[in-house]
């Protein structure tokens, strides 16, 4: 089955850290570029940041996360990782990785997981 | 790019046409000749799913009663004929300017 499994939310204090996973199934995972987006409680669907095409040094960021955040990749475990330092109560949202097809539209997406950012 | 969506809610009728309206602060036509704008819905309890790609591609396994059509910085989803499976979020996408942005979001309700 083509599948995304996001782990690796939880409940965190402001300024501590957390690392999403995602682990892809069903496809070939290194073909393709890929991206997290987040989803605040009651609002709506917000890009975080995304790994080029395959093989390619580029990655980008929303502003609101740059320098706080770091996406990155092991194509021979089909996994997607999310590195979140500094945090900060605006970062709780599920967040959802998502595959892109070489036509650049996000075509698979993940269940999403929970973080919270709360004292 | 600022990506605006009206209306922000929508309750319908069964049997009955619907439409979304979405309008880019910037053209998303590149210089590849594409148009790249999206269209999501998000079930209740559900991740989002695509259901138009480059305004007017249906993704497959989706209604042909959904249809999308614009150009430039006005577009529009349509539903032919709304059913109770079709309610949730809809949210228009823009693909062409980091970082993509998304709509508010419409709900669509059955009435």
């Known amino acids: 089955e083509v599948q995304l499994l996001e782990s690796g939310g939880g409940l965190v204090q402001p300024g501590g850290s957390l690392r999403l996973s995602c682990v892809a199934s069903g496809f070939s995972f290194s073909w393709y570029a890929m991206s997290w987006f987040r989803q605040a409680p009651g609002k709506g669907l917000e890009w975080v940041s995304g790994?080029?095409?395959?093989?390619?040094?580029?990655?980008y960021y929303t502003d609101s996360v740059k320098g706080r955040f770091t996406i990155s990749r092991d194509d021979s475990k089909n996994t997607l990782y999310l590195q979140m330092n500094s945090l900060r109560a605006e970062d709780t949202a599920v967040y959802y990785c998502a595959k892109r097809d070489p036509g650049s539209h996000f075509d698979l997406w993940g269940q999403g997981t929970l973080v919270t950012v709360s004292s | 790019i600022v990506m605006t969506q009206t209306p922000l809610s929508l309750p319908v009728t069964p049997g009955q046409p619907a439409s979304i309206s979405c309008k880019s602060s910037q053209t998303l036509l590149h210089s590849d000749g594409k148009t790249y704008l999206y269209w999501y819905l998000q079930k209740p309890g559900q991740s989002p799913q695509l259901l138009m790609y480059e305004v007017s591609s249906r993704m497959s396994g989706v209604s042909e009663r959904f249809s999308g059509s614009g150009s430039g910085t006005d577009f529009t989803l349509k539903i032919s004929r709304v059913e109770a499976e079709d309610v949730g979020v809809y949210y228009c996408m823009e693909g062409i300017h980091l970082p993509w942005t998304f709509g508010q979001g419409t709900k669509v309700e059955i009435k």
């Open positions: 790994m080029g095409a395959p093989g390619g040094p580029d990655v």
